[in-house]
Antibody, heavy 118, light 110 residues
Framework: EVQLVESGGGLVQPGGSLRLSCAAS????????MNWVRQAPGKGLEWVSY????????YTADSVKGRFTISRDNAKNSLYLQMNSLRDEDTAVYYC???????????WGQGTLVTVSS | QSVLTQPPSASGTPGQRVTISCSGS????????VYWYQQLPGTAPKLLIY???QRPSGVPDRFSASKSGTSASLAISGLRSEDEADYYC???????????FGGGTKLTVL
């Protein structure tokens, strides 16, 4: 059974950093590209970042470019999102999602909540 | 404002047919496939439609979708109470090199 489990969310002050993890199981992570998608409280979905199966290709939304970095460790079956210089508007539930092909997210994690507040 | 435009709300009574539109541009819907996601209250999104009109296994055939030019639409026939959810369209945008989502449509079953 495919499972994606996010962790690492929590309360952080503006300007702070946080690293999210997504543990993958039930499939071979190295065969799939992965994404992070977020959802602010009461708002819609916002794509954050993409990483190819080997990690050689990365795309990042303009809203977080230069502050967030996606990475992966296929040997550890894990996906990561390093978030620096956090702002109030980064407050959201962050989901990791497996990608079949561009925009085709066939499995999602349950999400982890990041709250940026002083 | 979202790159893809959806109506914020839609509603219908049980058994009715409702449609949700999604409008984009030549750089996204006009040149790439459209995907639809359903998000039930308090849960993660779930893939509903892929490649404009294809249903994953397990998605009832009450759900259908189409694309024409720079617009797409999702139709739900035989509306049921369990269809009450938020629905999002999504596509790759060649100009932004990014996945873009619609703002979401909250479907209420009256």
């Amino acid at each position: 059974e495919v499972q994606l489990v996010e962790s690492g969310g929590g309360l952080v002050q503006p300007g702070g950093s946080l690293r999210l993890s997504c543990a993958a199981s039930g499939f071979t992570l190295s065969s799939y590209s992965m994404n992070w998608v977020r959802q602010a409280p009461g708002k819609g979905l916002e794509w954050v970042s993409y990483i190819s199966n080997s990690g050689s290709i990365i795309y990042t939304a303009d809203s977080v470019k230069g502050r967030f970095t996606i990475s992966r460790d296929n040997a550890k079956n894990s996906l990561y999102l390093q978030m620096n210089s956090l702002r109030d508007e980064d407050t959201a539930v962050y989901y990791c999602a497996r990608e079949m092909t561009t925009t085709w997210f066939d499995y999602w994690g349950q999400g982890t909540l990041v709250t940026v507040s002083s | 404002q979202s790159v893809l435009t959806q109506p914020p709300s839609a509603s219908g009574t049980p058994g009715q047919r409702v449609t949700i539109s999604c409008s984009g541009s030549s750089s996204n819907i006009g040149s790439n496939s459209v995907y639809w996601y359903q998000q039930l209250p308090g849960t993660a999104p779930k893939l509903l439609i892929y490649r404009n009109s294809q249903r994953p296994s397990g998605v009832p055939d009450r759900f259908s979708a189409s694309k024409s030019g720079t617009s797409a639409s999702l139709a739900i026939s035989g509306l049921r109470s369990e269809d009450e959810a938020d629905y999002y369209c999504a596509a790759w945008d060649d100009s932004l090199s990014a996945v873009v989502f619609g703002g979401g449509t909250k479907l209420t079953v009256l």
